[in-house]
Each structure stands twice: as structure tokens, then as C-alpha cells.
């Protein structure tokens, strides 16, 4: 009778063990589980930790509540200035409530990642060249509010979408470079001419300066000559003053009008042909 109780027992708890092993389930913390009771979800999430099911009546399904990196594929379009071009992405998105993921979507990945590709074609479309280029910031808030707007029915929040990379043709790469190489042309003109009218405006200032003072100049002279003989090079400067200069050009006008005033003197003369010659008193001879 004795040895008959012993191995109800031990039959006991070798079911007990079984059905322990088919009953205990183990979630983990990144994960939530979602119960099935004969086909009929409950709404008491299972929480991490080991849990027990009914083997044949429940069943357990673990939804990742993790951040889920999805790359959209590149997406080619035409912007709403006819340029085509091809956009790629990537949205950051994770599940805040797991039984409407598992219930209200059959692949909520999948269903995400259709969504992002027909949004950001959207967005290429609504969208210029150069805010695909410069003003991202702003195409990214309304890619995410495009994705977020269905997503939120299916248990999803998209967190973060960017635009990775936008592809041109050639010939607008070899069009947007030609424009870039003429407008920087015209800033370094505009700063050579801006250069060139304030250094006049200095000069002009200096020599305002120097001709009030004329050691100054002077000054100025023997510096540059400082500067020269200090690269040891066989060039030999001498600079001439500009007041020695001005000083021959009056030399000169002064010369000519003598000149013009004695072939003057002599002219009269010779209309009136050879002078006269009359005899002094000592016998030498006189002009008349």
C-alpha cells in the first residue's frame, strides 16, 4: 500500500513538473507579452519576469518595446521645380502599446516601412531642390508627422525620421558647381573693390597728412629705404623727392620765356637788314 501512495506521488510530481515546464514562460526586459485566451486577447499585458500560461488554452506572444532603426529605400522623384532626384531615409520608431501592434496590424515593421517610402515621395514632390539641399530640418518634422499621423491607430510612435541623402544627376552636379564657382567670383571681386576704396580713402587721408607735413614724407622715404636694404638684394632704390620735381618744371617755364624774349630782340633787326657801321673817334668802328 505504501510503495502504491510512493509512486501516485512521484506520478504526481512528475506531471506537476511537466506542466510547470509547459506553463512557465520567461519575458524579458525589453519585451511585453500579449496573451491569447482561446483565440480572445486579454488585456492584462504580461510584464517581464516568469510567467504562467494554461498549455493548450493560452497562448503567449513577446512584442520587442525597443527602438527600431528601419532604413527606407531610396525614393526617386521629381521636386517641385522638375529636378529629379533620389532621397533615402531613416525613421526610428518602437511600439508604446503592444496589443494594439499585434491586433490592429498584421507586420506593423512592414506596414511602417510602406508608409515611410509613399511619404517621403510625397514629400519630394511638395518640395524645391533647395530645401531638399539646405532646409532638411524642416522636411524631416513633416516626413515624421506624415509617418506618425497613421502609425499612432497601430500602437506605434515614430520618434525621429532623417533624410540621409539626396541624389543628383551630373548635369545639375556640374550646373549647381558652375553657379557656385561664379558666385564666389563675384564676393572676391566685391571684396578686391571694397579693399580698393578703403585703402584709397586711407592714402587719401595720408596724403592729406604729409602735405601739411613735409618731414613726413621724408620720413616716409627713408623707411622704404630701410625696407629695401633689408632683403640684401643687388636692386638699388633712390627716391627722388616730388618737390625736386616740381621745382625743374618751374626751372623750365622760367628758361623758355627768356629764350622767346631775346630772338625777339634780334628779329627787328634783321628786317632791316645788315646794321651800319660807323667809324668812332679812336678809328675802331661803331655800330649805327
Do not use: C
Not at 29 to 53: A, S
Not at 61 to 78: D, F, L, R, W, Y
Amino acid at each position: 500500500m505504501l510503495q502504491e501512495l510512493l509512486g501516485a506521488a512521484a506520478a504526481l510530481g512528475s506531471v506537476g513538473v511537466v506542466y510547470l515546464a509547459m506553463a512557465a514562460r520567461v519575458v524579458k526586459q525589453y519585451e511585453r507579452g500579449v496573451l491569447f485566451r482561446l483565440g480572445r486577447v486579454t488585456r492584462d499585458v504580461r510584464e517581464p519576469g516568469l510567467n504562467l500560461v494554461i498549455p493548450f488554452v493560452d497562448r503567449l506572444h513577446k512584442i520587442n518595446m525597443q527602438i527600431v532603426t528601419m532604413p527606407i529605400p531610396a525614393q526617386e522623384g521629381i521636386t517641385r521645380d522638375n529636378v529629379t532626384v533620389r532621397v533615402d531615409a531613416v525613421v526610428y520608431f518602437r511600439v508604446v502599446d503592444a496589443v494594439s501592434a499585434l491586433v490592429k496590424v498584421e507586420d506593423y515593421k512592414f506596414a511602417v516601412s510602406q508608409m515611410a517610402q509613399t511619404s517621403l515621395r510625397s514629400i519630394i514632390g511638395k518640395s524645391d531642390l533647395d530645401d531638399l539641399l539646405s532646409n532638411r530640418e524642416k522636411l524631416n518634422q513633416g516626413l515624421e508627422l506624415m509617418i506618425d499621423s497613421p502609425a499612432v491607430g497601430w500602437g506605434i510612435q515614430v520618434d525621429r525620421v532623417e533624410i540621409k541623402d539626396v541624389s543628383l544627376p551630373d548635369t545639375m552636379k556640374r550646373s549647381m558647381a558652375r553657379q557656385a564657382e561664379a558666385d564666389r567670383e563675384r564676393r572676391a571681386r566685391i571684396i578686391n573693390a571694397d579693399a580698393e576704396l578703403q585703402a584709397s580713402k586711407k592714402l587719401a587721408e595720408a596724403a592729406a597728412q604729409m602735405s601739411d607735413q613735409p618731414a613726413a614724407l621724408q620720413l616716409r622715404l627713408l623707411q622704404t629705404v630701410m625696407a629695401v636694404a633689408a632683403e640684401k638684394n643687388s636692386t638699388l632704390v633712390l627716391p627722388i623727392p616730388v618737390e625736386l620735381l616740381h621745382f625743374l618744371e618751374r626751372g623750365q617755364q622760367q628758361i623758355a620765356p627768356n629764350i622767346d624774349g631775346r630772338q625777339q630782340q634780334i628779329a627787328p633787326n634783321g628786317d632791316r637788314g645788315q646794321q651800319q657801321i660807323a667809324p668812332n673817334s679812336d678809328g675802331g668802328q661803331r655800330s649805327g
